[in-house]
């Protein structure tokens, strides 16, 4: 089988860490969000998959490369020389996802975190002889998704498909997972073109399309505090299915995952909810809570971060305390500084605090 994923997109509402990475790239518990979903394309029998790019193509070919080889996966670029939105690029690679085999092919946003239940995703999408299949699961705010009715008789066929809708029309929303039949390539053009508001919709009123609600957990981690959500999310998720994963000891609170090659000082804090990369250096009496620490980040003598985002190879002073803040990387915050809310960009130095959002 094959498998698409959308990898273009600028990734602004993920800035400033995108401003040196596109999004696929950006690292989700210690691993770029991407070979998440690799990983579990290729658990189901992917054997190809085509990435429809149209930002920073050398920087996701090159970072690849290596994992072809180390995953046993073929991975293709499909490039785009002007942005087709979230249909076209599917009409672009079409040549790359038809092989005669009329199997039906995986379509993933590329920022979507979940235990991808493929398998299910394959097995439901058999059983009902539509056309396509999308995954949706319930949220409080469906307003910033696509939002999908079911029909209430059969309680899987999709009745309307309504992108970002103003109005309340159903909290069940699209998971940006599909397993779509070749046929849908037909419906769509070579040109700018979206998935949701033009193709989608013409498949549910030709009655064709299905939604299967997903298991387990799910969030669309583009923007900085969904991330948060989606990593206690999957720390969550790794508690039940490999514990042995997460960090215990005396300093360790709930979920908390640590690369091997990372140094914690006595009588730090961490936890609940933090992932600390391969390189960081935590020095002695630091508290972490709610955060992602990147890859290389040194975090001196008791510095406290709680629910922020602090990126590659930033430098964090001693007693320095950061919230709700996303870091850019190779930032420096200097000794005693206090960020609340906003964004540093990548290479900034901060030598005095900044107490409102900004
Ligand atoms: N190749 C390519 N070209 N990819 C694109 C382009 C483009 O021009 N524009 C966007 N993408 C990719 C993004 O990288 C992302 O993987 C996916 O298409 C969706 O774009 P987002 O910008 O993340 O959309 P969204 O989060 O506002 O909404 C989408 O995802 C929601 C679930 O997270 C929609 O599919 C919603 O219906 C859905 O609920
Ligand atoms: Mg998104």
Redesign the pocket.
Known sequence: MKALI????F?TRLHPLTLNFP?PLVDFANKPIVLHQIEALKEVGVTEVIL???YQPEVMISFLKDFEDKLGIKIRCSQ?TE????AG?LALARDKLVDGSGEPFFVL????ISEYPFAELIQFHKSHGGEATIMVTKVDEPSK??VVVMDEDSGRRVDRFV?KPEVFVGNK????IYLLNPSVLDRIELR?TS??KEVFPKIASDKLLYAMVLPGFWM?I?QPEDYITGQRLYLDSLRKKASTKLAAGPHIVGNVLIHENAVIGEGCIIGPDVVIGPECVIESGVTLSRCTVMRGVLIKEQACVSSSIIGWHSRIGQRAQIENTTIGEGAHVFDKVHINGGVVLPHEEIKSSILSPG
Do not use: F, Q, R, S
């Open positions: 959308l990898v273009g997109g990734g999004k429809a790019i149209n785009e942005p087709l939105g979230t690029p946003n590329c920022d979507v998704y696509g992108e929303i699209n998971a940006g700018p998935m949701e669309d583009g």
